[in-house]
């Protein structure tokens, strides 16, 4: 029983150290705009997270920029989920993508060796429009 039990989670920490150290690093942090007080916002579902490609219409309040530094090679999914979570811990309702840094491997061929080192998204709250709620 336990000499299974252990090689198993050796096995699986091989393989979860591995993938890792194929994949590199995905950091996340927040940087809160300077309009945005640290207002306790409820956390909200990352499916919930809308991507957007540019600034909505309607009221919405930016909560700041979530910047995603990326080493190695990670799939656009990957990032993305990254993004969300963070957003989604912040309690964003939506985030806007921004700029893509690239960094090149100067011993390679360039296009096969280009990849993606940071992304930048603007996590953005929606406010209720004042015209569309009913005044009682």
């Known amino acids: ?25 995905v950091s996340t942090s927040f940087h809160a705009a300077k309009t945005f007080e640290a207002q306790d916002l409820p956390p909200v579902a990352p499916e919930a997270v809308r991507i957007l490609r540019s600034e909505p219409n309607g009221t919405f309040l930016t909560l ?46 360039v296009p096969t060796t280009s990849q993606v080192s940071c992304m930048r998204f603007t996590a953005i709250r929606f406010l209720p429009e004042a015209s569309s709620q009913g005044h009682l």
């Open 1 to 25: 029983g336990n000499a299974m039990n252990f090689t198993m989670r050796v096995g699986v920490l091989a393989v979860a150290l591995s993938s890792l150290f194929i994949s590199g690093c």
């Open 64 to 109: 700041g920029e979530i910047v995603v530094d990326i080493s190695g090679f990670w799939s656009g999914e990957a990032v993305i989920r990254k993004a969300r979570e963070k957003a989604a811990a912040i309690g964003a309702d939506a985030i806007i993508r921004g700029a893509v840094s690239w960094s090149f491997n100067p011993l390679g061929r």
